[in-house]
């Protein structure tokens, strides 16, 4: 006597597609797209090759997916640290401090997946090159008003060039994660924020001596 099962033929299994992407996130985040092959990703993700070309469609389309998950999972936590600080100073330090947090995560590959693996490969790949334009220039304007409208609230200098310091900005950030991905500690990168603090908002300076009479 057969007993007939209750799944069909061929059925894909089902699973949890942010927590499969979210597997995918580490694997090409810490083997790179070219070093992660088909095999890692599937045996990391818990699908079979089938499952997978049937749900992202290939690798590369699994990658960009990936760049768009880390973006909005770990990727945004620096912009929401910025966003929560009112007063600029306050608000590039948290910023940086939270960078290096993502950058240096204990159980998580080093440094950043867009900027230690995706800005890699977009050299060989046009549409991974179009979305990270995109991404900077976003993240460029958001930090860019913040720096205009700390300027109209009296918090920084009217010569200041709010677009320039929103790229020397996150061009820092973009440091940490390069250091933290060859080995740099959390204390490492946090005294290289702290210094950059100190070039970007100097303390006032005073004349010397009394004013004669």
């Given at each position: 006597?057969?007993?007939?099962?209750?799944?069909?033929?061929?059925r894909?299994?089902?699973?949890?597609?942010?927590?499969?992407?979210?597997?995918?996130v580490?694997t090409?985040?810490?083997?790179?797209?070219?070093?992660?092959?088909?095999?890692?990703?599937?045996?990391?993700?818990?699908?079979?090759?089938?499952?997978?070309?049937?749900?992202?469609?290939?690798?590369?389309?699994?990658?960009?997916?990936?760049?768009d998950?880390?973006?909005?999972?770990?990727?945004?936590?620096?912009?929401?640290?910025?966003?929560?600080?009112?007063?600029?100073?306050?608000?590039?330090?948290?910023?940086?401090?939270?960078?290096?947090?993502?950058?240096?995560?204990?159980?998580?590959?080093?440094?950043?997946?867009?900027?230690?693996?995706?800005?890699?490969?977009?050299?060989?790949?046009?549409?991974?090159g179009?979305?990270?334009?995109?991404?900077?220039?976003?993240?460029?304007?958001?930090?860019a008003?913040?720096?205009?409208?700390?300027?109209?609230?009296?918090q920084?200098?009217?010569?200041?060039?709010?677009?320039?310091?929103?790229?020397?900005?996150?061009?820092?950030?973009?440091s940490?994660?390069?250091?933290a991905?060859?080995?740099?500690?959390?204390?490492?990168?946090?005294r290289?924020?702290?210094?950059?603090?100190?070039?970007?908002?100097?303390?006032?300076?005073?004349?010397?001596?009394?004013?004669r009479?």
């Amino acid at each position: 006597m057969k007993i007939k099962s209750s799944r069909s033929p061929g059925r894909p299994r089902k699973f949890d597609r942010d927590e499969v992407l979210d597997r995918a996130v580490t694997t090409f985040w810490a083997k790179g797209y070219n070093g992660a092959s088909l095999d890692d990703l599937t045996a990391s993700m818990g699908i079979n090759r089938p499952s997978l070309y049937s749900t992202f469609g290939s690798k590369h389309k699994l990658f960009m997916e990936v760049i768009d998950r880390y973006s909005v999972t770990l990727g945004c936590r620096p912009i929401m640290a910025f966003d929560g600080e009112p007063e600029i100073k306050k608000a590039v330090a948290a910023f940086f401090e939270a960078s290096i947090r993502a950058a240096t995560l204990k159980g998580k590959p080093r440094g950043c997946l867009v900027v230690s693996v995706a800005v890699q490969y977009a050299e060989k790949d046009e549409q991974v090159g179009k979305k990270l334009s995109g991404m900077f220039a976003e993240m460029d304007k958001v930090i860019a008003d913040q720096f205009l409208a700390a300027q109209d609230k009296g918090q920084l200098s009217p010569a200041a060039d709010p677009k320039a310091l929103a790229r020397m900005v996150i061009s820092v950030t973009h440091s940490f994660a390069a250091r933290a991905r060859v080995g740099a500690s959390r204390k490492e990168l946090s005294r290289l924020g702290k210094d950059f603090m100190r070039v970007l908002f100097p303390a006032p300076k005073f004349g010397r001596g009394r004013a004669r009479n």
